[in-house]
């Protein structure tokens, strides 16, 4: 199982952290990806790292603002999301997967493990 945490409600500029912890399960072997869905809208990609050690990709929106990182001995992944603004105002989610291909690395259907949502609130 996956745990999300980590969101709250702060203004324009601020940071948050987000973590991902994952129970019965060694994180170091998964694909572990960050999406965020908002209300009416479809869910969106952030972030995924494919591997412990290996490239990471972001969405183009968050790139150079949001950093994905692991701390494999904490069988947790963080997301660390700087320079908020209100359209990053959404729930966001951890997924996992142990058989994710390159090509699929931003697609949500190739998740097989998804955390509940951590709600994040960016007031202007």
């Known amino acids: 199982q996956l745990q999300a945490s980590g969101g709250g409600m702060v203004q324009a500029g601020a940071s948050l952290r987000l973590s991902c912890t994952a129970s019965?399960?060694?994180?170091?072997?998964?694909?572990v990806a960050w999406f965020r869905q908002a209300p009416g809208k479809e869910r969106e990609f952030v972030g995924a790292?494919?591997?412990?050690?290996?490239?990471?990709y972001y969405a183009d929106s968050v790139k150079g603002r949001f950093t994905i990182s692991r701390d494999n001995a904490k069988n947790t992944v963080y997301l660390q999301m700087n320079t908020l603004k209100p359209e990053d105002t959404a729930a966001y989610y951890c997924?996992?997967?142990?058989?994710?291909?390159?090509?699929?690395?931003?697609?949500?259907?190739?998740?097989?493990?998804w955390g509940q949502g951590t709600q994040v609130t960016v007031s202007s």
């Open positions: 997924a996992a997967s142990s058989t994710l291909i390159l090509s699929r690395v931003r697609e949500s259907e190739a998740y097989a493990y």
């Open positions: 019965g399960r060694t994180f170091g072997n998964y694909a």
């Open positions: 790292n494919r591997r412990s050690g290996q490239n990471i």
